[in-house]
């Protein structure tokens, strides 16, 4: 519920709090006294488009706040979604500074503009009259009928199998379109496939095969270094394992004149055990390394194939060949088994549209449950309203397609003469028809949407007398449930309120300001009044004022 709207620096309004309460507010005013301004004001509160231009000093930031007492409307979950602070009376601020920039807030913590819009949409519904145009748009009839059957969830169920539905769809036609290329390129890829199995690639070969190929062309200079390496550990008298071994007879002799030095016999044999170890290395690459030039060619002939693949098909290595191998197969595969994939791809499809039409149907059912509900709330408060012979039908027929809400498709129809065919609203309802049967709707909706405040900003537009007085007393009922706030130039409607409000301007030095009170119960009879006989108030007025407001 609004309990409070403070707007400082917007448009015409200087400064202005007011305090709002339960049950129904009306709010009057002359024409271009600035009711409009206060709901633009508000506007911004939920999320609307800040404008440089609202600045009534243009030095100076426009604020506009607003309390809302939300304890009983289960809306935590929303402040957790966006982490921010939750509070039963929750503030709300925006601001628009003189460089137009702007910034919200909730509870003192900044937001952004998507958090305003999906908290706002839970707050307040404000009615304007150009909201009557919705009638003419299908999916406001649909999201009516869903609100009422309360569908939230068969709509979130039936949206998720169509996902997955379209989702498989998708799959068939970019596998059908897909295939298609794939087919024309089919010789190219089997060729290019061929040539990479044929050469029977392994992991990591080329790097092994340069390593050989370097080993080959060097063979025969390796194994010259290798003897002569040999020869000089063990290949004569001078050799340095002989040598080794003589040295450590002669340093034995004298070990114990060398107190400095007590191991120079065990360094000098780890240093012989080594050198006989590198001989036996050396001795065995020795045997084990040919001289082969056809080897040689080999690896030279098959490293020239590698790194031709490797150009032609613009890779690094072997293994990106392999991975490209590996890829040419399964895409060669996917054609030649296309038909089978095909085939278990649409049996998918089919078994996902019977589980789609199933929670389609039970969708259409929930909603074809309350037909005759908002048929008959809305015929018959059109009745109240002066409209005895209104027809008011929820047309339906189920769609032969499947769309993202569901198969059935609705349409309010209407009649508002004896033996009329209802007809689309849009095409044949006046606008004061339009406004009886929004707010016929809107009375619904307020049973079963839970909404805290309702605000209808001339609603009441295209009627008097009578059936003015009967709008009043719908939007009193509709207080019972919620919170409702009226702007009208009616009498009849402004006499239901609890509260009443008056927005009137004055004109300063160098500007004119608009001010909005709350009128004492003396005020009220006399605003009433004027509404009924214009400026100059007769007694008549002032006793009819008091009749309409039961004083």
Wanted: proline fraction near 1%; hydrophobic fraction near 35%.
């Amino acid at each position: 519920m609004l309990q409070n709207l403070n707007i400082s620096n917007y448009a015409l309004i200087e400064r202005s709090n007011i305090e709002f309460d339960e049950g129904m507010s009306v709010i009057t005013g002359e024409t271009g006294a600035g009711k409009s301004i206060m709901l633009g004001a508000l506007g911004l509160l939920l999320g609307g488009r800040a404008d440089v231009q609202v600045l009534q000093n243009k030095e100076q930031k426009c604020i506009v706040e607003a309390t809302f007492d939300i304890e009983k409307y289960g809306l935590e979950s929303i402040f957790t979604e966006e982490d921010v602070d939750y509070d039963d009376q929750t503030i709300i601020r925006r601001e628009i500074l003189p460089n137009g920039k702007s910034r919200a807030f909730v509870n003192d913590q900044p937001v952004n503009i998507s958090f305003l819009k999906q908290l706002g949409v839970k707050l307040i519904d404000i009615h304007s009259q150009h909201q009557n145009l919705l009638l003419s748009d299908d999916s406001f009839h649909l999201n009516i009928v869903d609100t009422v059957s309360e569908s939230e969830k068969e709509v979130a169920d039936y949206r998720a199998v169509y996902k997955e539905y379209t989702t498989l769809l998708a799959k068939e036609k970019n596998m059908v379109e897909d295939n298609e290329k794939m087919q024309r390129d089919l010789d190219y890829l089997q060729f290019q496939l061929n040539e990479l199995t044929e050469l029977k690639l392994a992991v990591d070969e080329d790097i092994e095969l340069e390593k050989e190929q370097e080993r080959l062309a060097n063979a025969e200079d390796i194994k010259t270094q290798l003897s002569e390496s040999i020869n000089l550990l063990e290949g004569s008298d001078t050799s340095v394992i002989p040598a080794l071994k003589q040295l450590n007879n002669c340093i034995g002799k004298i070990d114990k004149f060398l107190p400095q030095d007590t191991t120079a016999c065990q360094r000098i044999e780890s240093a012989r055990i080594d050198m006989e170890d590198l001989l036996r290395t050396f001795t065995s690459s020795y045997e084990g390394l040919d001289v082969d030039p056809q080897r040689l060619e080999y690896v030279e002939s098959r490293l020239n194939s590698i790194y031709a693949l490797e150009k032609k098909h613009k890779v690094e290595s072997v293994n990106d060949l392999i991975e490209l191998r590996e890829d040419l197969a399964k895409k060669v595969g996917l054609i030649t088994n296309f038909d089978e994939e095909l085939e278990t791809l649409r049996k998918d499809i089919e078994e996902k549209k019977q589980e789609l039409q199933q929670v389609a149907d039970t969708l259409s059912n929930k909603r074809q449950s309350v037909f005759t509900k908002i048929q008959q709330h809305v015929e018959t408060h059109l009745h109240d309203m002066g409209m005895k012979n209104a027809a008011f039908v929820v047309g339906h027929n189920r769609s032969e397609t499947f769309l993202n809400t569901g198969n059935d498709e609705i349409r309010f129809l209407f009649a508002a003469n004896l033996g009329g065919t209802p007809t689309d609203i849009s095409k044949v309802a006046s606008g004061g028809e339009m406004s009886r049967v929004m707010l016929s709707i809107k009375s619904l909706l307020s049973k079963s949407k839970h909404l805290p405040t309702i605000i209808f900003d001339e609603i009441d537009t295209g009627v008097s007398g009578d059936v003015a007085d009967k709008m009043g007393c719908i939007m009193n009922q509709m207080s019972e449930n919620m919170q409702v706030i009226a702007i009208t130039h009616l009498p009849q409607v402004a006499a239901k309120g609890g509260r009443h409000y008056q927005v009137y301007k004055e004109d300063t030095a160098d500007a004119t300001i608009s001010h909005i009170r709350m009128l004492t119960e003396e005020e009220r009879i006399t605003e009433i009044a004027k509404m009924l006989s214009g400026s100059h108030v007769s007694e008549a007025a002032i006793q009819n004022a008091k009749e309409l407001i039961g004083a």
